[in-house]
């Protein structure tokens, strides 16, 4: 059972431009983390966000979350090559604490 | 120590065979994954222990047989595959057993390849 939905599925910028990426999500839900895939290996958890609060930050990221639009945004500033990679939000349902489902992530590409 | 380590790397099965999937973490978690991951998608999960019981079963077929020894392993046993489960499986921990979900930590994986 997919929860959420993220866009565009694929981006490509050049190296200090900004990137943003979306996730669009169906039900209520405790929390909304990010993370982040290198070709093939583990996900790396980035940031997590709370149902209540409506924007954080840690070093270059930026997340928002818009609970009356169930969606959420990542934002990676000042974006450098090693960032290229598939980024996915996950969410929990509010019904079920310790479920973790992911979006259909995006393809981030940072050219050099 | 603040890994999960997962064993394979990689396997290669016939559809006849039986194996077996581990995962290990010592950081105390008490709630444990396993996610499986065709190329190109997100993880899907399968399973959730919590408390070293099972609480989430996500409709997963019974060629798979999720396994929680202890609050460390967690292992994945493999029956009867067939060539669509071919894909990579992994196993994550968070710190908590109930309650809010919380960050989780991922192995690397084991690439699985059912022939």
């Known amino acids: 059972s997919q929860q959420g939905e993220e866009d565009p599925q694929a981006l490509s910028i050049q190296e200090g431009e900004n990137a943003t990426m979306n996730c669009s999500y169906k039900t209520s839900i405790n929390n909304l983390q990010w993370y982040r895939q290198n070709s093939g290996r583990g996900l790396v958890h980035l940031i997590l966000i709370r149902s209540n609060e409506r924007e954080k930050h840690s070093g270059r990221l930026r997340v928002t979350l818009d609970t009356s639009k169930k969606s959420s945004s990542l934002l990676i500033t000042a974006s450098r090559a090693a960032d290229t990679a598939s980024y996915f939000c996950a969410t929990d349902l509010t019904r079920e604490a310790n479920n973790l489902f992911f979006g259909t992530g995006t393809r981030l590409t940072v050219i050099p | ?115």
């Open chain 2, 1 to 115: 120590d603040t890994e999960v380590t997962q064993t394979p790397k990689h396997l290669v099965m016939g559809m006849t065979n039986k194996k077996s999937l581990k995962c290990e973490q010592h950081m105390g978690h008490r709630a444990m994954y396993w996610y499986k991951q065709k190329a190109k998608k997100p993880p899907e999960l399968m399973f959730v222990y919590s408390y070293e019981k099972l609480s989430i079963n996500e409709s997963v077929p019974s060629r798979f047989s999720p396994e929680c020894p202890n609050s460390s392993l967690l292992n994945l046993h493999l029956h009867a595959l067939q060539p669509e489960d071919s894909a990579l499986y992994l196993c994550a921990s968070s710190p908590r057993g109930r309650g809010l979900t919380t960050e989780a930590f991922f192995g690397q994986g084991t690439r699985l390849t059912v022939v």
